[in-house]
Structure formats: C-alpha cells, structure tokens
Nanobody, 115 residues
Framework: QVQLVESGGGLVQPGASLRLSCAAS????????MAWFRQALGKQREEVAR???????GYRDSVPGRFTISRDNAKKTVYLQMNSLKPEDKAVYYC?????????WGQGTQVTVSS
C-alpha cells in the first residue's frame, strides 16, 4: 500500500513559479516510477511528467523547459518545479506512483494561474 500526499499548489499570476511536492509512504520509494498528472475542469487527466527509479525523466510536449520533475529518495518525495506558468496550466495536479504493478494516486492539489 502506498500513500501519496501532495502540497504546494495555489493561485499565482502568469509567468510565476510553483513547486509541488508529493510525499510518499508505505513502499520502497526508490524503486517506484513516479509521475505528475493534471486534470483541468471538463478535460481528461493527462500525464505531465514522469521519473523512473533510475532518474530518467519524460515530459508532456507542452511543458519541457518550463517544468522539471525530480525525486529525493531519502525523503521519499517527488517534486514538480513549474516555471513560466500559463493560464492553461490551471488544473488539479495529482501525484502518481507505480509500485509492484499497482498504481496509486494522491488526493490532488489545485494550481490556478490567473491575473
């Protein structure tokens, strides 16, 4: 069983930055694939960024260069640094973990980008 708790969302102006954090418990974190998804109102949930146990990363086409995913295995935490935020980045952001063939989700944190 894996528990994921996100934090760091909020309301910011266009061009600002936010760093989301996801603290994991209940599993061998270092071996898990971790990812961030987001879901805007009325749209499907989409993957934003992914990081493997070995540190390899992948990003959605619309975010490389603006978003950076990283992990601290000692703290069992994955981060999403978001820079140059745009209004279209507004969504609920969810932390995701793939552990032992099972997928786990956090409760989500709201990111709103508005002037």
């Amino acid at each position: 069983q894996v528990q994921l708790v996100e934090s760091g969302g909020g309301l910011v102006q266009p061009g600002a930055s936010l760093r989301l954090s996801c603290a994991a418990s209940g599993s061998i974190f270092s071996s898990n694939v971790m990812a961030w998804f987001r879901q805007a109102l009325g749209k499907q949930r989409e993957e934003v960024a992914r990081i493997t146990s070995g540190g390899s990363t992948g990003y959605r086409d619309s975010v490389p260069g603006r978003f950076t995913i990283s992990r601290d295995n000692a703290k069992k935490t994955v981060y999403l640094q978001m820079n140059s935020l745009k209004p279209e980045d507004k969504a609920v952001y969810y932390c995701y973990s793939l552990s032992g063939g099972y997928a786990y989700w956090g409760q989500g944190t709201q990111v709103t980008v508005s002037s």
